[in-house]
């Protein structure tokens, strides 16, 4: 199983950005999915989540400017980001709880984690 993410770009403050999420492999079910980013010397943190009912949070820091959407049927997840400023900058990485397996009868939950894509906003 494989998270990928894409869609990293440098944009200038007040700009936009859509970062996609894919999950492959042998997947039978996805559980919380969220986006999660680092900057250089930070600790990792939360940016968005959203459950397997579509129920989502934000951090405070991103509330109102970014809005997670997710495929439950197709693994998928996408971040819209707008109104970036400087301080957004990072690495943003996606993470997923996937149920997968060789077979059904023997798949279990896992975590899962992306490469990282990086966001890089100009002030």
């Known amino acids: 199983v494989q998270l990928v993410e894409s869609g990293g770009d440098l944009v200038q403050a007040g700009g936009s950005l859509r970062l996609s999420c894919v999950a492959t492999?042998?997947?039978?079910?996805?559980?919380?999915m969220a986006w999660y980013r680092q900057a250089p010397g930070k600790a990792r943190e939360l940016v968005a989540q959203?459950?397997?009912?579509?129920?989502?949070t934000y951090a405070d820091s991103v509330r109102g400017r970014f809005t997670m959407s997710r495929n439950s049927a197709r693994y998928t997840g996408t971040l819209e980001m707008n109104d970036l400023r400087p301080e957004d900058a990072a690495k943003y990485f996606c993470?997923?709880?996937?149920?997968?397996?060789?077979?059904?009868?023997?798949?279990?939950?896992?975590?899962?984690w992306g490469q990282g894509t990086q966001v890089t906003v100009r002030a």
């Open positions: 993470f997923a709880d996937l149920l997968s397996g060789d077979t059904y009868d023997d798949a279990d939950w896992f975590d899962h």
């Open positions: 492999g042998n997947i039978f079910a996805m559980n919380n």
């Open positions: 959203m459950s397997r009912t579509g129920s989502a």
